[in-house]
Each structure stands twice: as structure tokens, then as C-alpha cells.
């Protein structure tokens, strides 16, 4: 039939020129981001327009006004399927993710005046994950006054078939803390995401952390925790749901055995600014992010010996 042979055509011309597909379809992107972003871009291109992109040494830099103030990466590779794409959408397009050596330096005080939504604008959730990732020495730094935030050689292996790692030289968060040697071990079958025994330092350990990501494609994303914080236990999940213009949350938290002490200090307050124990804490609430005058739920806590400053109530 003429539709087939119409076909047959296509992927005969892709089969032949998919090189030089792909580079002028990369080149595009990079000069539209020259002249729309202000990023002036270098990198070396390899690949098949059929499945895989490699970039190597890739340098961005500003060239005005911008939120990316530098991008510097040894290697970069994607693997996709068109024909996912196609027959299955958007969750089906990307496979696998790999960076290595990465550096990354944004000011967001630097970027443009976000667009306001438009009327009836319809808001989703990211649909595309793959199916592994793999990123060896990523550095990032977000410019922010009094402290930057930092992510030094950030290690992660999420593979759907074993047990990978996190590992994390350095994480530092302005007004909450400093964290070195961070570690987890992970796993990522289904684009299901686990991180297990993520330690960040004494009295903060999280056993489980469940980012559920395999019906992003259709809206919905779980979260769930289980660990230690403030030298008590925390539980809690947290589930999104996409709607027309906006998301549907679902929040369950329950908390025991907290020291307010140890957990004030690392918001950045002197040692003895705030005491007091979380004996219990249980709250539990729905509603639409957009609209928090319409949320509902309970929340009870019972709190024993609170200070501040000296002052005990």
C-alpha cells in the first residue's frame, strides 16, 4: 500500500542520513539557545538519530543576562527511542542518562521574569524519567546570598537490574546545614526509585526514601520516608496528583521522640535558642496546592518542656 511504502521511505531516508540529522538538529538547538538564552555553547557531537546523543566537552557560558552562569561536562549521553515514542509517548522515549565530570554554576538571580500562566493552562507532571541514570563527579552551585548552595561529586547509579549507590562529597543547604560524605544504596526498577539507609550525619538517618515515578506519565508521583531527624522517628508520605490547572496533594506525617533543640541548629540558630521534645506529632491533610484556603485535615502534637532563649513555657 502506498502508506507502507510511504514508511518504508522515511525510515530508509533516517537509516541514511541520521548523522547529519542529528547534528544539525543539536546545532539548532544550541544556536537557538544562543540568541534566546544568552548562552554561548561549545561541545563535540557523536551519535545516531535512531537512538543515542553524545556530547563531549561541553562549555556554556553567559553571554548576558541569564540563570545558567556556566556549564562545563566531560561527557554526556542519552539513550532514546523514537519508535517508544511513537507507539507508547513520551514515558517510553528516553532509556538511559550518563553524565560524567559535570560542573554547573546558576545564578537565578540572573534569570528572566518567569511568564505568568495562561487562563485554562494545563498543568503535568514531567512524564520523561529513563530508565537508568549514571553520573560520576557532578558539581553544582546556585549563587545565593548569605551562602551558596553547594553539591560536590554527586555518584549515583539508578539501574533497573541491581542495587546501585549515592554518594555525596559535600552538600551544603543555606540556613539548614553542611553535610559531608552523604551516602544511600539505591534501586530503580520501574522507575520506582529507592534510596536505603541514607546517612547524613548522627540523628539524621532515613532508612527509606520511595519516590514512585512510573505513573509520572499519567500524573500521579508518591512519596514516602521513613528515618530519624532531631534524634526521634519520622514517617510520612506525600501523593500528587495532576489536575486541569493545577495538583491534588495527599500528606500523612507522623513524628515522635524530636529534640526542637537539635533540630533549630540546623536552621542556623545558636545552640540553647529553642528547646523542647516532640513526644507525638501526627498531622494528615488534602486539598489543591493552588487553593490552600480550602484545605482540610487534623494535626495533633504534644510537645513537653519548650524554650527559648532561657525562657521555659
Known amino acids: 500500500c502506498k502508506s507502507c511504502m510511504a514508511w518504508c521511505v522515511l525510515v530508509g531516508v533516517l537509516l541514511f542520513f541520521h548523522g547529519t540529522i542529528l547534528r544539525q538538529i543539536v546545532r539548532g538547538l544550541a544556536i537557538h539557545l544562543d540568541s534566546k538564552e544568552n548562552l554561548k555553547l561549545d561541545f563535540q557531537i557523536e551519535g ?85 541514570v549514571h553520573l560520576a563527579n557532578v558539581n553544582l552551585t546556585i549563587r545565593d546570598q548569605p551562602q551558596n548552595l553547594v553539591l560536590r561529586n554527586l555518584n549515583l547509579d539508578l539501574d533497573p537490574r541491581r542495587e546501585g549507590a549515592l554518594k555525596i562529597d559535600q552538600l551544603q543547604i543555606p540556613d539548614l546545614h553542611n553535610w559531608t560524605n552523604v551516602s544511600a544504596t539505591t534501586s530503580y526498577a520501574n522507575k520506582n526509585l529507592f534510596l536505603r539507609n541514607l546517612t547524613f550525619d548522627e540523628g539524621h538517618h532515613f ?11 499519567g500524573g500521579k508521583v508518591e512519596l514516602k520516608v521513613t528515618g530519624e531527624v532531631g534524634g526521634g522517628k519520622i514517617e510520612g508520605n506525600v501523593g500528587l496528583s495532576a489536575t486541569k490547572s493545577s495538583f491534588n496533594a495527599t500528606t500523612k506525617v507522623n513524628a515522635s521522640g524530636i529534640s526542637l533543640g537539635a533540630l533549630s541548629e540546623y536552621f542556623g540558630r545558636p545552640a540553647g535558642a529553642l528547646a523542647g521534645d516532640v513526644k507525638n506529632f501526627q498531622m494528615e491533610w488534602k486539598g489543591a496546592l493552588d487553593t490552600p484556603q480550602a484545605w482540610s485535615g487534623t494535626s495533633a ?4 518542656k519548650v524554650g527559648q532563649d532561657g525562657l521555659a513555657a
Open 48 to 132: 545516531s538519530f535512531l537512538g543515542s546523543l553524545v556530547l563531549k566537552n561541553v562549555h556554556a557560558t553567559a553571554t548576558g543576562p541569564s540563570a545558567v552562569e556556566s556549564i562545563d561536562a566531560d561527557f554526556v549521553r542519552v539513550d532514546y527511542s523514537i519508535f517508544g515514542l511513537i507507539f507508547h509517548g513520551l514515558p517510553a522515549f528516553l532509556q538511559d542518562a550518563e553524565l560524567r565530570s559535570a560542573s554547573v554554576v546558576l545564578d537565578p538571580r540572573k534569570s528572566s521574569p518567569p511568564k505568568p500562566p495562561q487562563p485554562n493552562e494545563k498543568i503535568s507532571l514531567p512524564a520523561i524519567f529513563p530508565n537508568q
Open 207 to 217: 532508612q527509606t526514601i520511595n519516590i514512585d515515578l512510573s505513573k509520572a506519565g
Open 301 to 304: 502534637a504534644q510537645v513537653d
